[in-house]
């Protein structure tokens, strides 16, 4: 699990929350939190409120919805009364921010995971998560869904999806 | 004279929605009206093409980038709808904005509301718009209002997968057979006269600039031109000379096409106001 820096001095309920996120999964790809996607981007205390930073991964993305109302549930469940879920869009969400634990999950449950935006244009090949072969083709630019692209293995020949680079 | 001026008025205060909308809209209102018009037409259109592509994959592409198309669009009216909201007490929401408002306050391009035609207008137009949008936001993303700039950034990612996209679809067939070149050319010539509109700037986008919020659309003209130049060369077809431009749309003419939009996309919200999944 990564933090974004200044969230190392976290006080006792911070902490807290931090935990009961990483429990949240992703409703599109649940093998992935919240987390490991680097959506939530601040958790703040004050007094009795707990509000909640996240930012989209894309514009049209619409399990932002169902996130702001799974992070409201897990609270409530464990007693936060007070809770506000701010979307904010700058500075604008990039595949960057996945976790490394995230990225092998992803590949784990059959999703090529994204390469560092750095790293993209080198000419290196998307890696087949099935049989993990390099020699692999773009089908199509979209997948199932706004943050995938369409491959195909040429050795294993088994279609995959590749979280692009954003 | 002073009757029929009545009349009209009573007929304004008909729907509520409507004179809370237009009536207190500002020229900064006014330019995120029209981004937002403007993508959302475009994210209609498009998804008339969901389970009517010409293969799986092509059908999955247009529907992402309409899905694209329309969160934009949304981030554009909920700001609008948060900016009407302090300088009212009657509140509106991004949906009385997106499926409240009449033709005559649409301020989408023109472009957009065209009809899809066949395969290669369809491309075409998504080429030519998403060129025209990413030379914009990359100057909105500029802009000294942080919510406009923050949308631009986020949009201009998407974009660039769009552009990829469309281009390759004009190259395709372009240079592609006798008839697939046929088609694009006929798409060309159907729809260029749409594109000077891009450059044509409304007063509120003239304002807009002027306070820095937005920029200068006529700016962009040469670069839109030679980008596209480029990739019609590539696809062995031809950029058309200076020709007549269509305008309007911004300003709120719209082309016939416009309210059949409008009656399919708003029927259920006016049917049953207010109604939610």
Redesign the interface.
Known sequence: MTQPEQHIDFTSTEKKIWGLLETVPDPEIPVLSILDLGIVRAVKVREDEVEVIIT?T?????AMDAISMDIRFKLIEHGYKKIKITS??????TTDWMSAEGKRKLAVYGIAPPMFRSDEGLGRNIECPQCHSHNTKL??????T?CKA?YQCNDCKEPFDYF?C? | MQDLKSLNDQNDFKSLERSKVSSLEGFRDAYILHLADTTLILAQRNSECCAHGPILEQDIAITNISLDLLGQSRNFYQYAATLINQSTNQPVTEDNLAYLRTEREFKNLLITELPNGDWAQTVLRQYFFSVYQHLLYEQLEKSNDEQLSGIAAKALKEINYHIRWSSEWVIRLGDGTDESNKRMKNAIQAIWEYTGEFFMPADYEKICFEKGSGPDVRLLKEKWLQRINETLQEATLTTPGNIFMQSGGKQGIHTEHLGFILAEMQSLQRTYPGAEW
């Open positions: 989209p894309y514009s049209g993305c619409p904010i869009l700058s500075p604008a969400w089908l199509s630019q979209f997948g199932s706004a369409l692009k954003h």
